[in-house]
C-alpha cells in the first residue's frame, strides 16, 4: 500500500512538472514515504534522515518531505520536531493528495508545513499515478482496518475500513487497461471486508461481486488480491477462483501462528482447525492453487509447543512461499503490554528452524514444476543481467529466463527446467 502510495506521489508530482532522479545526489527534493510495521522499517527512517542533514546544512533550499505510517503517530513526530527540526514536510497517510500544495507552500517560502489527519476524510478519487511496472497495476479498493490484531500497528496508521465506490474501481481498471495494463493487484488490509456502495443506493457489492464484475473487463488478463483475512474468507470468493478465468490461482492468507491459543492471544479470531479446514476447502475447490503465508516468530506468550504447532501448521500446509518476521514491539498496541515477552536468542533460533522448513518446502514444490510449461507475464530484464528476463506465473512464480525487449509486458509460454528455493528458471517455447 505504501509502494502505491508512493506511485501515487510520483504521478502527482510528474503532473506538475517535477522530474524524478535516479539518484539521490542529484534531487532537490527527498520524500521519504515510511512504514511503521515492525522496528526495523522505523530505525532505517531516521538512519536516512541522519544521511539527509548534511544535504541540508550544504544546500538549505533542498526540501526534505516525511510522510506514511510513522507520521500518523505523534511520538514520532515529536522526535522529528526534536531531532530533525529542519525537515521541511511532514503529512500523514490519509493526505498524500495535499502534496503538491505543501510544496507549493514550501517554494512560497511559507515555512515548515506539517499537516497529519487523525482520520482519513473523503476517499480522494481520479489521482494520478507513475506506475512501477506498464504492464502491473495496484489498485487500492478500501483503506483502513478494523481488525486491531494485538501486536499491529496498522489500524492506527491507517483508520478505519473505508470502500471505494465500485464503480470507480471498474472506472479505474478499464483505464488502467487502456493504458497497456494486463494485471492488476487488488489492495486492502482485508479485501474480504470490502463493503462496495454507489451514492444514493443500498446495494452492498461485497469483494467476491467485486471481483465477478471486473472479471468482465475486456483487456483485462490477471486479477490478485492481498491481504486476505482468514476469518471472512467467503465460501463465494472461493467459488470465484472457480468461475473467475482471470482470478490467478494464488492466494496468500496469512496464518501468523499455528498455535490457536497464541491466535487467540493475537485477537486472529480463527484457530488452527479452522485455518487447516480453509485451507483444505481452499486446495480441493480450486486444485493446483497455490499459498503463501505471513507467520510472526516469538510473540509474547509463545512457548516451544506453541511453536512447534507452528511448525506442524507450516507442514500440513506445504506453503509455496512465506514471509516470517521477528515479533517486535509497537507502541500503542495491546502485546506492547503483554508481560511475558520472548528473548531475542529465543526468537532467533525459532525463526531459523522456521526458515529452514520453509525454504525446504518451497525448494520441494518449486522442483516439482521441472517440464512444466507455465504463462509467464514478462515484467523486465533482471538487475544482473541484461538478457535474463522475469517475470511471473499465474500462481505468482518468479521464473527467469533468456528474453527479449519485446517480450516485456507480455504473457510467454515458458518451460520449466529448474525448480529453486525461491525462483524457478526456464526457456520461452
Ligand atoms: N511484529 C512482527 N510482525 C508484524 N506484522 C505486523 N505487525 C507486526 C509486529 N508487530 C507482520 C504480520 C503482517 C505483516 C504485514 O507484518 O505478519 O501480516
Ligand atoms: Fe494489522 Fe490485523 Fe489489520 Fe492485518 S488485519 S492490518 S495484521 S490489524
Same mark, same amino acid.
Not at 539518484?23 to 534531487?27: L, T
Not at 496464518?255 to 498455535?259: D, E, H, M, T
Given at each position: 500500500m505504501n509502494e502505491h502510495d508512493s506511485e501515487i506521489m510520483a504521478g502527482m508530482l510528474t503532473d506538475e512538472g517535477f522530474i524524478q532522479v535516479d %539518484?539521490?545526489?542529484?534531487?532537490d527534493i527527498a520524500i521519504i514515504n515510511t512504514c511503521s510495521i515492525r522496528d526495523n522499517a522505523d530505525k532505517r527512517f531516521f538512519g536516512t534522515l541522519g544521511q539527509l542533514k548534511r544535504r541540508k546544512k550544504e544546500n538549505p533550499e533542498f526540501t526534505v518531505c516525511v510522510c506514511g505510517c510513522m507520521m500518523q503517530q505523534q511520538h514520532v513526530i515529536d522526535t522529528i520536531k526534536a531531532k530533525y527540526p529542519w525537515v521541511d514536510i511532514i503529512f500523514g497517510t490519509h493526505n498524500i493528495h495535499k502534496l503538491p500544495e505543501l510544496l507549493a507552500n514550501i517554494v512560497a517560502e511559507k515555512g515548515k508545513q506539517i499537516d497529519v489527519w487523525p482520520e482519513g476524510g473523503e476517499i480522494v478519487e481520479g489521482l494520478p499515478c507513475k506506475r512501477l511496472f506498464e504492464s502491473k497495476a495496484l489498485v487500492n479498493i478500501m483503506f483502513g482496518c478494523n481488525n486491531f490484531c494485538t501486536y499491529c500497528i496498522v489500524p492506527y496508521t491507517r483508520g478505519r475500513e473505508r470502500s471505494r465506490k465500485p464503480s470507480d474501481i471498474v472506472n479505474e481498471v478499464r483505464n488502467l487497461v487502456a493504458d497497456g495494463v494486463k494485471e492488476i493487484m487488488l489492495l486492502g488490509q482485508n479485501v474480504n471486508s470490502y463493503k462496495g456502495m454507489e451514492a444514493g443506493s443500498e446495494e452492498v457489492i461485497d469483494f467476491a461481486e467485486l471481483i465477478y464484475m471486473l472479471n468482465e473487463i475486456d483487456g483485462l488478463e490477471r486479477i490478485r488480491f492481498m491481504t486476505s483475512h482468514p476469518k471472512d474468507l467467503s465460501d463465494r470468493l472461493i467459488q470465484a477462483f472457480v468461475d473467475c478465468d482471470k482470478l490467478c490461482k494464488n492466494v496468500h492468507l496469512p496464518?501468523? %501462528?499455528? %498455535?490457536s491459543r497464541v491466535l487467540k492471544a493475537m485477537n486472529r479470531r480463527y484457530d488452527k482447525e479452522k485455518y487447516l479446514d480453509l485451507v483444505g476447502k481452499l486446495k480441493a475447490v480450486v486444485p493446483g492453487i497455490t499459498m503463501s503465508t505471513d507467520i510472526i516468530v516469538g510473540f509474547p506468550g509463545e512457548t516451544e509447543e506453541d511453536f512447534e504447532e507452528t511448525l506442524d501448521l507450516v507442514r500440513q500446509v506445504e506453503y509455496d512461499s512465506a514471509f516470517t518476521f521477528l515479533y517486535s514491539i509497537r507502541k500503542g498496541t495491546p502485546a506492547e503490554k503483554y508481560e511475558d515477552q520472548i528473548p531475542e536468542d529465543v526468537k532467533h533460533e525459532r525463526f531459523n528452524r522456521l526458515v529452514d522448513l520453509i525454504n525446504s518446502i518451497s525448494a520441494e514444490k518449486n522442483a516439482a514444476y521441472v517440464g512444466r510449461v507455465e504463462k509467464v507475464l514478462v515484467e523486465g530484464p533482471s538487475k544482473t543481467n541484461s538478457k535474463t528476463y522475469t517475470g511471473r506465473t499465474d500462481g505468482f512464480k518468479l521464473v527467469n529466463f533468456q528474453g527479449t525487449p519485446e517480450m516485456v509486458g507480455q504473457i510467454v509460454d515458458v518451460k520449466i527446467t529448474e525448480g529453486k528455493t525461491f525462483s524457478l528458471e526456464g526457456q520461452v517455447i
Open positions: %539518484s539521490r545526489k542529484d534531487a496464518v501468523q %501462528s499455528g %498455535s
